[in-house]
């Protein structure tokens, strides 16, 4: 319990857990493409960094509110590091935005446009992946995969099944199925929870219904019993 001053006002918190609920508390609406509050924190995209009055930056979701903080949401500092992080994003992600199904609702294309990310000075300098369409579900395209994470948390923290991981590290890091099997081959029960929280088209719903129902149909396929409902809070 406190107050903190968040861009020159007062804001009091009681049992807020991070310094972005007390933030959006406050009517203020920073972008953030890893929180959920339905699932761990885990602090990857590190857009919702906020700079304190001694000039410090951190990712605000990581870390916890205390009385008397000062922080700036919008200083110019804050402006050019939110522009950068998604630049760099763009970068490692491939560029067919135009033909993407996400196209419209996707986040990082929708952060690109209100920061004004008109050019990308960086080479994307990841291995092109194979697109996995095994399951009679989901897409999974891992070229459109920012590492954020979402998918993999509201799998297993949600659901409690564990489908997807991170595998490998530095620009190798990639979020896949464990022992590089095809999605159908996991323990995945097609519910959907990985295609909610994640932001881009990474994750996508197949769209041929006829083929759905039936891949549905067919007894092998496990289909989740009790579907968790789809939770989506920005
Ligand atoms: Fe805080 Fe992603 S929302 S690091």
Redesign the pocket.
Known sequence: MGTMTIDGRKVEFTDEKNV?TVIRKAGINI?????HSEVS?????????VEDDRGRTF????EEPRDGMVIYTNSGKIKKYRKLVVELLLAAHCRDCTTCVKSGECVLQELAHRLGVHNIRFQNTREHYEIDDSSPSLIRDPNKCIL?GDCVRACEELQGIGALNFAYRGTEAIVIPAFNKKIAETQCVNCGQCRVFCPTGAISIKTHMDEVWDALADPDVRVVAQIAPAVRVA
């Open positions: 972005l972008p953030t493409l890893c929180y924190t885990f602090g990857a995209c590190r857009l919702c960094t990712a605000s979701c990581s954020c």
